[in-house]
């Protein structure tokens, strides 16, 4: 049992500069989609996607949908996705009336395999969407040889990569569009909220529409659309988390950096690989549980909590292709990697707020736990 305060999974940071911007708005009287939206819009463009043109949406799966609709995706094509990330991925391509169809992931960094995804290609495939998940991004280079062998559009799931970078280049600026969660336990947050940084203006344009019920102007309805609009309030919340992001970002990379350094010699512990050429923002610091079942980690998981008072998670324990709800979509290949991180994977606290007597707690309480063989 112990004594101290639970160190927390994940701790969204929220200030006084944030309150104010949100008091500015109500007192404004124009708290729905409007100016802030728009400013929003073009500083996080600006900030982190090299300029490109940014939609705000209400969230990051309404983010994914618009997105993969304004592509032209619907009911006849494939999308080829990983079954190791959130629901949310394989989601959005289902809601357009598309088949997600999944690939396996590399072992070091947890992300699509472009070998994967060469073999489950086929007529009907229309796009590969990797994800950056934990904040690292997925190999684009090897992911863009195979779509544009195969005449097939790019799109990310970034939801977790706010500022990562793959050769100086940041991520989302990669495909036809490329999706930001600003979820509250991501890397910076509007309270709920998405973006959809596009690669021209039509994609642009596509995803405006539907999240205005497919009007550019009032009651001019030109496709079939949604209210997936973010408020103003909720943009007022997120340009204030745009100034702070970098700063909260090189924490995080500090904080993995002393981690890796004090578990890299812990048997049974396999720390993050950062792959050459890439910079990895951390939204999870994840590690494996090497050789472990599921149910090892989870005990593993539970002692860290229950004796060491120090929070983590498992991202994500289920295979979407083994969820109820995606089930119909499984594959008939095997996803070993898939299977295997799934079982084996175990995310430490590294958030900002994390103190140097934290960073000491998670470390021994996972050289403590894992190295007594629980
Ligand atoms: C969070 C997340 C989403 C969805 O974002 P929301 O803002 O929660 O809708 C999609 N994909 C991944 C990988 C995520 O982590």
Not at 31 to 42: C, S
């Given at each position: 049992m112990t004594e101290q305060p639970m160190i927390p999974a994940a701790k969204p940071l929220?200030?006084?500069?944030?309150?104010?911007?949100?008091?500015?708005?109500?007192?404004?009287?124009?708290?729905?989609?409007?100016?802030?939206?728009?400013?929003?819009?073009?500083?996080?463009?600006?900030?982190?996607?090299?300029?490109?043109?940014?939609?705000?949406?209400?969230?990051?799966?309404?983010?994914?949908?618009?997105?993969l609709l304004a592509c032209g995706i619907g009911e006849g094509d494939e999308v080829v996705v990983p079954s190791f990330t959130f629901a949310a991925t394989a989601n959005a391509v289902a809601l357009t009336g598309a088949r997600p169809v999944f690939a396996d992931i590399s072992a070091d960094t947890f992300t699509l395999d472009p070998d994967s995804v060469r073999e489950v290609l086929s007529d009907r495939t229309a796009a590969v969407m990797p994800v950056h998940l934990y904040g690292h991004p997925a190999d684009l280079e090897g992911l863009r040889a195979v779509t544009a062998q195969a005449g097939v559009q790019l799109f990310e799931d970034a939801a977790q990569a706010h500022g990562a970078t793959f050769r100086g280049e940041p991520v989302g600026g990669f495909g036809s569009f490329g999706m930001f969660s600003l979820y509250p336990t991501k890397n910076m947050t509007s309270g709920e909220g998405g973006m959809v940084a596009c690669a021209d203006e039509e994609i642009a344009r596509g995803v405006r529409l539907l999240r205005n019920q497919g009007m550019e102007k009032q009651y001019a309805n030109e496709v079939i659309g949604l209210n997936n609009r973010m408020t103003d309030i909720h943009a007022a919340i997120g340009r204030v988390q745009l100034t702070k992001v970098g700063a909260w970002t090189q924490a995080r990379q500090a904080n993995a950096a002393w981690l890796d350094e004090h578990l890299a010699g812990v048997a049974g512990v396999v720390v993050p690989t950062v792959r050459a050429g890439c910079t990895h923002v951390y939204h999870q610091y994840t590690v494996r549980i090497d050789g472990a079942s599921g149910a090892q980690r989870d005990e593993v998981v539970a002692a860290l909590r229950e004796e060491h008072g120090v929070g983590s998670g498992v991202y994500y324990p289920t295979p979407n292709h083994e969820l109820v709800s995606l089930s119909r979509f499984a594959p008939a290949w095997e996803l070993p990697e898939t299977a295997r991180a799934a079982a084996e994977v175990i995310s430490l606290p590294v958030h900002p707020s994390l103190t140097p007597g934290d960073l000491e707690r998670v470390a021994g309480a996972v050289a403590a736990v894992v190295g007594a063989g629980a």
């Open positions: 929220i200030g006084e500069d944030e309150r104010v911007a949100v008091d500015r708005v109500l007192r404004s009287g124009m708290v729905a989609q409007g100016p802030e939206v728009a400013a929003f819009e073009g500083e996080f463009g600006a900030q982190l996607v090299g300029g490109r043109t940014c939609v705000a949406v209400n969230s990051g799966t309404s983010g994914l949908h618009l997105g």
